[in-house]
């Protein structure tokens, strides 16, 4: 009996989807919520007061006042959904404490009543992420559903942004899988139909619109001048039915241009107050170090009086000298990073390549878009657990880029007692993904072995000398010793900020540590796009 590859049987697909299948599942589920739990008392960000004033205008104002209120310098800047998802839960929220949703007197309030009722409802949100995952992995063997499930559901950076921090990404990452999940089945109307819900929660997703428009356009649309027309006017409908339940009402209201106005304030800066670790980091780098060789050559050199980080809308991107930087600009540099993969994607649309086509698009809008969130990375990271599980070498990947990716998220919390917890969640991330992906590949190898036992003879006669040896290389999970050096930069990196720079220079140059934390993580999220784009290109 061969021992090669093969699809799973009909009845390991069952097997794969029983209910212990499921039990398992939200055991990790379980096992996530006692740590979210756990983690409530800890700090949390600005975000928090963000979604309790939205919970507070939602509920105390009609929908014609919702996207005008200034009330709290936090106003609602989501798509029309999540502002109904708020006004959802501020109903119960006005139950546990009417304080929690009075648009005046609630301004600014955190009692342990309102922390506890918002945290609740992030972990409540989470079971789209769980939904998600588990349609994405339910036709898989065990050894790799695992492995994602962990990657995912004890996701140190979901912890860190959503349950300590605090937002909603789990909940909206969540409603992706689900898209993806449908996709990935075959099902394109779906699959076209959940993302456009996605886009109506929350519009920084349209980053992978073009390879979800390039994709069904040609795997569902396309094939003949009737049937192709036909099923057009139905992805068309649906999608338009969706974004007319979403925005319809403010359509009919004659507001549509001031909730675009909420939606895309294009005056905050280039980057985001903390530089998430891009391709623009590099880019106001160089700015500013020929600025600095430039005034010591005795060139009239100004110091730019905006910021590139602006957290509100105003003046933004100022360079000294190289050449500004518009939203236009990163628009184009976006869809140019993308070309390759949407013409893989119109050339042979495979229901099997379009997560990793998807985590692409997303990790293009991280490194050039428009005033990025270091917390985005989440958008690709999520999706790339997915495809860790297919072979060696993307595991490897994943491996030093979700590593790479949350490290890149510790300055978000600040506070000392938050150090240990974020230290720890991503030590545990990172035994856990050695562990398990060593667990899975371990029997390739073995196989490879008994296959090169059984075949050297036939081999060798053939003449295809080495072959098997290549074969054993292909097998098992390992980390080359430029990725090994590379994680073990992080380590100088961290200790330097948390430890040496303020033994050393006290509170001189207090910037530095952050600055060198954007610019190290930088070339990791550089190093895995162009790991991404090679895939890409190199599919068949």
């Not at 309030?109 to 922390?115: D, L």
């Not at 519009?203 to 428009?213: G, I, K, S």
């Not at 491996?399 to 490290?407: A, E, K, M, N, R």
């Not at 992080?490 to 006290?506: A, I, K, N, S, T």
């Amino acid at each position: 009996m061969g021992m090669g590859k093969q699809k799973l049987s009909s009845k390991q697909v069952h097997n794969s989807c029983s209910p212990k299948t499921t039990t398992t599942v939200w055991w990790y589920f379980l096992v996530s919520t006692c740590i979210k739990v756990l983690l409530f008392p800890s700090y949390h960000s600005t975000d928090f007061e963000v979604h309790r004033n939205w919970l507070a205008l939602t509920h105390s104002l009609p929908l014609s006042q919702w996207y005008f209120d200034e009330t709290s310098p936090w106003t609602l800047d989501y798509p029309p959904f999540f502002a109904y998802f708020e006004c959802f839960l501020s109903f119960f929220a006005s139950l546990v404490d009417p304080q929690m949703v009075h648009l005046q007197e609630g301004l600014n309030y955190s009692s342990n009543t309102v922390i506890y009722f918002q945290r609740v409802t992030v972990v409540l949100s989470d079971l789209s992420l769980l939904y998600g995952v588990y349609r994405l992995t339910r036709n898989m063997d065990s050894r790799k559903q695992k492995v994602i499930w962990s990657s995912v559901i004890w996701s140190p950076m979901l912890f860190i942004v959503d349950h300590v921090h605090f937002q909603y990404n789990g909940f909206l990452i969540g409603i992706l899988l689900i898209s993806l999940s449908y996709l990935e089945e075959g099902r394109d109307l779906l699959g076209g139909f959940v993302f456009a819900v996605l886009l109506c929660f929350k519009h920084l997703f349209a980053v992978a619109a073009p390879v979800y428009f390039v994709y069904l356009l040609r795997h569902y649309c396309w094939g003949g001048m009737i049937k192709g027309f036909s099923r057009l006017l139905i992805m068309g409908g649906a999608v338009a039915a969706v974004f007319a339940a979403a925005f319809g009402p403010f359509f009919y209201l004659g507001q549509i241009e001031q909730v675009i106005r909420r939606l895309f304030p294009f005056g905050r800066g280039l980057c985001h107050a903390y530089w998430a670790p891009n391709f623009w980091v590099f880019y106001i780098m160089s700015d500013k170090g020929l600025a600095f060789m430039l005034r010591k050559l005795g060139f009239d050199i100004k110091t730019p009086a905006a910021s590139f980080t602006a957290g509100l809308v105003g003046d933004s991107s100022p360079f000294s000298v190289l050449p500004q930087i518009s939203p236009i600009v990163t628009f184009i540099m976006v869809l140019l990073a993308l070309s390759p993969c949407l013409l893989k994607a119109w050339k042979n649309p495979q229901p099997k390549m379009i997560t990793r086509w998807i985590a692409y698009a997303y990790t293009c809008g991280f490194l050039f878009g428009w005033h990025v969130h270091e917390k985005a990375s989440l958008h690709f990271v999520i999706p790339l657990a997915i495809v860790a599980a297919q072979t060696p070498e993307d595991a490897r990947h994943y491996f030093l880029l979700s590593i790479v990716s949350c490290y890149s998220l510790f300055p978000l919390l600040f506070e000392a007692q938050e150090y240990p917890v974020k230290v720890l969640l991503l030590l545990l991330h990172t035994i856990l993904m050695w562990s398990g992906f060593s667990a899975q590949f371990y029997d390739g190898a073995e196989t490879a072995r008994v296959l090169t036992s059984r075949t050297k003879k036939k081999i060798d006669q053939s003449g295809s000398k080495g072959s098997s040896s290549a074969g054993l290389k292909k097998g098992g999970f390992a980390i080359g010793w430029i990725d090994r050096n590379y994680l073990v930069g992080l380590v100088v990196v961290e200790v330097w900020g948390q430890f040496l720079h303020p033994l050393l220079l006290g509170d001189k140059l207090a910037f530095v540590p952050l600055m060198l934390i954007s610019i190290y993580c930088s070339l990791g999220i550089m190093y895995s796009w162009i790991w991404q784009l090679r895939s890409v290109v190199n599919s068949v």
